[in-house]
């Protein structure tokens, strides 16, 4: 055996679809996930567990979706990773074609991002670019209210409140209903401080094996910058979902 050579055990990855794509007779949407892996080598071991549930809900003038996450690691014995994340949206559909308003509730606590709690709350206005069942664009803007725990560099506690601008720009293509590339990527700024935003991005690729099964790569990417805290998951595995 060569020494020093990473050994990486995938053991499962089932990640939840990032924009649920309804029908006429579909109105609600289920997926959960979990991914699993160990790295060991001479020097350690890291390990790190991850859970996602989604429920969602989608009538023609209104859709609901509630997305909860746990994220949990190690690394040679040393906590890495201890990451929730709940939250609920609600979107109107009324006025004109391809708008939409919508409504937010979030709840972050992040152990590896230094946020001993986040609550953000707000609403704002969306409009869709593309609107198909096979090719989606969708822009949004609004404002939120930001109430924060966090820790900064040297351990000083810093709580705070804010109002933050959220842009996001979601996506969602299927490609000869084999091929699907989508993701959500946020970033909210301070609108009293330029320093202080957040960058929470998720995008990915997947290979349609049927209906509900995907084979899927998939990269997300968060910063706080307040405290200058990031991190970077790479990962691959399958996606379930499930609409009725």
Do not use: C
């Amino acid at each position: 055996m060569v020494k020093r050579l990473p050994i990486l055990f995938l053991l499962l990855f089932i990640s939840v679809n990032a924009s649920a794509q309804y029908t006429d007779s579909t109105q609600y949407f289920f997926g959960y996930a979990f991914t699993g892996s160990i790295n060991k080598t001479d020097d350690g071991t890291a390990n790190l567990l991850n859970n996602a549930v989604k429920l969602g809900m989608k009538k023609k003038s209104i859709s609901m979706n509630f997305n909860n996450s746990y994220v949990y690691g190690k690394q040679n014995g040393q906590l890495t990773n201890d990451d929730i994340s709940s939250a609920f949206d609600i979107n109107l559909y009324k006025t004109f074609p391809h708008f939409n308003y919508w409504g937010l509730a979030n709840f972050n606590k992040s152990f590896s991002l230094k946020v001993n709690q986040q609550w953000l709350a707000g609403v704002g206005i969306a409009y869709s670019i593309i609107d198909r069942e096979h090719a989606y664009l969708n822009l949004s803007d609004g404002i939120l209210i930001d109430h924060s725990d966090l820790i900064l560099e040297g351990g000083i506690a810093d709580k705070y409140e804010t109002l933050r601008n959220s842009f996001r720009f979601n996506y969602n293509f299927v490609i000869k209903e084999k091929i699907v590339f989508n993701g959500s990527n946020f970033i909210q700024n301070s609108l009293s401080n330029k320093n202080d935003f957040n960058i929470k991005t998720t995008n990915r690729l997947g290979l349609k094996f049927n209906k509900w099964l995907n084979l899927n790569a998939q990269l997300d990417y968060n910063r706080v910058n307040r405290n200058r805290r990031e991190n970077l998951l790479l990962s691959y595995g399958l996606s379930f979902e499930r609409y009725f």
